[in-house]
């Protein structure tokens, strides 16, 4: 099984300012990466799929980048709807698809 | 536009059944693998399982293989999970979501989600 880790677990940023996230991938997943968007008492949203490409409607503020097992979120200039929890998942190697534990972007 | 609407949640004693329902409508349903995904309180997403577009293969996450039944109704447009067996481990809202694919890629569209409480 494919272990997804996600860095830092909470990451603190003032709206208007740009965020970074990272996941790491236990071994290659090529660039079969996706990104979700959770906001509490809502179900996960798709942002990113095949690392860098942007889902339906994702503003263009949301880009991803990587390959193999380091993997980047950047959020640029960040509104008041963008503090969440955001995932990113494998599907590179399955069963079983896997999911990293999450970083949760919260107002400063 | 795509919409999933779960069904079949609630409060089960520990070695019950349940079964779950999602419908779905707004695109070919026959067309896309479909997963369930689950959340337990206050924790990150677990992939649960998948069935292809056509039912023909269905993978499950180690956790609840022997016990957990993915199917699906392609002429109603409704995914199923019969939950056999349930621990208090199972806990969790359990979300339907369309592959982006036919089978094992991104999940780009959830449904709100059905809770499963598993307690005596």
């Known amino acids: 099984e494919i272990v997804m880790t996600q860095s830092p677990a909470t990451l603190s940023v003032s709206p208007g300012e740009g965020a970074t996230l990272s996941c790491r991938a236990s071994?290659?997943?090529?660039?079969?990466l996706a990104w979700y968007q959770q906001k509490p008492g809502q179900a996960p949203r798709l942002l990113i799929y095949g690392t860098s490409t942007r889902a339906t409607g994702i503003p263009a503020r949301f880009s991803g980048s990587g390959s193999g097992t380091e993997f980047t979120l950047t959020i640029s200039r960040l509104q008041s709807e963008d503090f969440a929890v955001y995932y990113c998942q494998q599907y590179n190697h399955w069963p079983p698809l896997t999911f990293g534990g999450g970083t949760k972007v919260e107002i400063k | 536009q795509v919409q999933l609407v779960e069904s079949g949640g609630g409060v089960v004693q520990p070695g019950r059944s349940l079964r779950l329902s999602c419908a779905a409508s707004?695109?070919?349903?026959?067309?896309?693998?479909m997963h369930w995904v689950r959340q337990a309180p206050g924790k990150g997403l677990e992939w649960v399982t998948v069935i292809s577009y056509d039912g023909g293969s269905e993978y499950y996450a180690d956790s609840v293989k022997g016990r957990f039944t993915i199917s699906r109704d392609n002429s109603k447009n409704t995914l199923y999970l019969q939950m056999n067996s349930l621990r208090a481990e199972d806990t969790a809202v359990y979300y339907c979501a369309k592959d982006i694919a036919a089978v094992g890629t991104a999940l780009g569209y959830w449904g709100q989600g059905t809770l499963v409480t598993v307690s005596s």
């Open positions: 071994e290659s997943v090529s660039t079969n």
């Open positions: 707004g695109f070919t349903f026959s067309n896309y693998g």
